[in-house]
């Protein structure tokens, strides 16, 4: 089991104190508003270095204190025990790993690979299209580092370039042009690819668990695929130059992998439009385990899943169908409301840990 401890300390409204992970699934069983949601949150925290739920850190911090920890202890597949510690002093954020300070937030995510299934996953299916391209970008993140630099070069030149832009500076934009094509080429290529073997899973899973086929991810990227290597770059650089004016008109970037689009198709139209909110919820469900499949697939390690209240809105059948077909994991964590049957997914060694006001009791 990668956790086999947290402690938290001023971390939202948890208790400061350790709390025992060492079981391959670990329930936490309680009120809303109680703490079950925020130990998921840590858990997260410890494994990519930020929340899923806020991009305002400060509001992790427990009222009226200026500091934050949260210290795990983890084990690799070789049984190889480790320690991470994040703390937020002072509104400066702190990562250690073994005792050794880490400087890029890039390090920690092969650490621990979670896989969260939350209630916001729903925008996956309905959001915004940035939320789709969130989507892949995390898939693709968490096996493969190199694609973090990637993605993070391609945002500073297009900041950079939007910057000109707006300022009417033609000549600086031409010269991000380059950087943008490069980077931008190569976000699209791994994304292709990505979502061509994530289809592979995706599909099959979907019709499973609903019974409908043929229901998959399609790519459709801002700048066209007619060519490759340098054919493909003066091809892309000659499109910007022909798109100028109007960018200049409106002071920012029109075309480029931030302008993607990814949706669900069947029978070669759009699903979503046409699908109940039962059917996209579970878009949303099996997009997750798809993505924990696909990693394992790619990388042959086992994550961590992480199920925050997902199964509550299933009907038993439902229910039954996404359970079973949930990957193998390293280790699993749910969250539960009291009259939901957890003990219908309890196992003989499951930690069962009851939630109230942040604080923790160990069920039987």
Known sequence: MPFKSLTPYNFRNLSNETIDLFSREVFF????????????????????GSSFRTNQESEIIKNNECEMRIHSMFTEENKT???????????????????????????????????????DDMDFAVGAPERRRFFIDQSLSMYDVMYIDVI??????????????????????????????????EIQKKRKSAIFKF???????????????????????????NAEGLEADYIIKEYLEKNRKMEVVR??????PHRDRIVFERNGSAFIPKASTGQRRLISLVLRTAQAVFYNQITGNKPVLLMDDVLLELDPKKR??????????????????????????????????EIKDGKWDKLK
Request: charged content about 25%.
């Open 320 to 353: 039954q169908k996404v359970t079973a077909l949930l990957p193998d994991y390293d280790q699993l964590f749910c969250t539960f409301l009291p009259g939901e049957p957890y003990e219908n997914y309890r196992r003989e060694n499951t930690f069962v840990y």
């Open 81 to 119: 025990t480790h320690t991470t510690l994040l703390k937020i002093k002072d509104k400066k954020k702190f990562i250690e790993k073994d005792g050794k300070i880490i400087h890029d937030r890039k390090e920690l995510i092969n650490t621990i690979p979670c896989v969260l299934y939350s209630h």
């Open 152 to 185: 993070r070069r391609y945002r500073k030149v297009l900041k950079s370039r939007n910057l000109c832009l707006s300022q009417k500076n033609l000549s600086l934009v031409e010269s991000y042009d380059i950087q943008l094509v490069q980077n931008g080429i």
């Open 29 to 48: 069983v309680g009120e809303n508003g109680q703490g079950k949601s925020n130990f998921l949150e840590a858990l997260y925290y410890c494994a990519y």
């Open 199 to 225: 289809n592979q899973i995706f599909d099959r899973i979907y019709e499973e668990v609903t019974g409908i086929d043929g229901v998959h991810v399609r790519y459709f990227p801002s700048w066209k695929e």
């Open 251 to 256: 002071g920012t970037t029109l075309s480029g």
